[in-house]
């Protein structure tokens, strides 16, 4: 923070740099970093040295600070540490003095014995220690308390981390103040551990959270904005987004391993290899996979966000360099480069053209737009072709992310076969929504055929979005009082009032949001009743100040007050709440967003326990399309909804529905291992049900092999599965 005293004696503030230390992370090593990246770089292949640069000099680095939630976390650590530290401190000290007093008692004792013998009176007649009442046990634990607590308060205040550490264009002061200088020197290294702390700590830990999210009931993030929000509130910043999806691609190399050696395991326990014969063989057959595996969607969704935010910032750099030229041309130039595998060549244009008649319309007004809005005919010669876009676009992900590219543009690199397996995971309508999101574009809503050739660059109308598709760009407006995840919201303005703004620039109430926060708490102590009292004070004090129920901070207090009377089992008043809570969070976010998601689940989970099947299907469907429509089809959360909704089918007597649900499910990648078997068990009930019993014997049989290659021979569930297999074939 810089600020002045002025003449009239009045404070100013003139620039507020940083209110965080620099990530030493982000510092080259030998300015004083921690030499993290480099280190990464050394390890990684030749086409990540090609694109990621070599150094960390870019004064843009200068900015990168820690956020202040993992400097929460890491002082939290801290002082944890060392109370933990101090309290076995003080309990050996403690034990020395007792040892002490107990040996001079021994002494003691010892010299009376040789001055006098001692008789004892009553024969085996023990004296009964003095124990302590309970009034003076509390006011020990009382006074335990309070130390510990003045211990925490100067641990705490000792807590200072230094904002101006690893400053680029600073003079020593090395042989000026030697003092000053050591002072510095230690906060330096106290940046580094705070970076250390994230690099081999914070990232780990939420890549283990991650995998291991279906045990945990971790709910994955679909969209970009949810994934921003989630690793802010654990204090990663979006630059590690690179470093997380190195450890997603090694989390995923692992579970290919493992799968292999499970399905040998499994092999060769079912062959009739004695496992005596081999010492390998009988390691070999031993082996049992991990339960949980890492969830790929989340690799996927950690790319689509780099490549959005790249994206922007060499879209921005074009339209800059193409001055004059309509920005509608290189837009659309620019995404049908992005959503596309390769161009067309010109025989296949043609081709498109003739089988497609509006199309050929479109482009012909597309051109006369063109002409008429530029005044040059080689205006759209500026704009450049796929590969050219795409190597901006690795380069500027290479920079700011340190990562390089495997799902996108995957065809460049390596052989077809390869390509096309990796390039069938990359998400292409999440990426087109997230890119207008991050840019402000918006589109015709219509259907795009993305994940083809595509025509961008020269004369020729670009394909498959064209420049009469744009229809607006929006700037994006940040306000210190934004309770979005981003902060940033697209704002249109008509006259002189703001339109569109209004949505995520709300007023802050402290008073209200710490009514909010007492609601929390009392939740998670099952007090629902002052759960109801004050989420509903909350939102009506908002509702009063606001005229308006549309604020993100109405929205929570709607949904404490929805599972509140879920838990009390008040269903009528649960779904009133949960009706008035999608209303307003489809207002507030639009129907394609993550908060959407999350109303749906929970209106259809309390839709089914009040027992309407059909309103639950309803929203279930709804959830199950919002996934795959922001997720892409490999989210975590499709093949449970699908398997959910089957079970229902089959409970309501409809056998073939559920089975095609059961399909579904089956077909939907599963990060828990044993879902896979449940999935395998109920579909040979229902083909059971259906007459068909040698492909209900199929799947039991493939049951039986997930749960031998997971749980081992020896397992309960392994051994019922192997009972109802041999039943299966009676």
Known sequence: ????????????????????????????????????????????????????????????????????ELITNYAETKIRDHLVKYKEEMESKQEDKDEKKDDSAVDDKSDKADDKEWVDLVPGKKVKEYEKSEEEKLEEKKKESLLLAKVEDEYVNSLRYNVNVFLPYTRSIEGIDKASYETLKKDEEEARQLARYLWDTAIPSLTKEIRSGGGSGLQLPADGRALTEMIHQRGINCRYLGRLAELARKEELEDIISSKKAATAAALTMSSISSEADDKIAAAKQYKAPRFCMPICWLELLECEMVARAAKHVLDSYILENGNQPAAHTIASFLSAIMSVGEESAGETEVRMTNNPDQEEMATLTLDFGDDASGDDDASSANRGREEIWKDIEREVGRRFRYTLLLYNSTSSGSSKKGEAEESRALYMPLLRRICQRSGIRLVAKQYDLGKKCVCGGSAPSYPIAPSDILDILPLVKHAASLAGESFSPCSFSGSSPVGSNTTLHILLDDVRTMHGIAQANLNNRNYDAVVEYAQEAAALYQRVLDSPLHPQITKCLRLTTIAHFQKNEYEHAVVAASKYLAITIALNGFDSYEVLQAHLTVADIYLEAGKIEDFVKHARSAQFLMEFLGGKNYAGIAPQYYRMGSLYYEAGKVEDAFRFFEAAASRRKEDRMFECLIARNTSGVLANLGLFRQAFEYEKKAYQSYLTFLGEDHDATKACMRSLSVSYC
């Open 1 to 68: 923070m810089k600020g002045i005293l002025g003449s009239d004696q009045r404070k100013y503030v003139l620039d507020c740099t940083r209110l965080t230390p620099r990530d030493a992370n982000w510092v080259s090593k030998d300015m004083g970093g921690t030499g993290k990246w480099e280190e990464s770089l050394e390890s990684s292949g030749a086409k990540s040295q090609e694109l990621i640069p070599s150094t960390l000099d870019d004064d843009e680095w200068t900015a990168c600070v820690i956020r202040r």
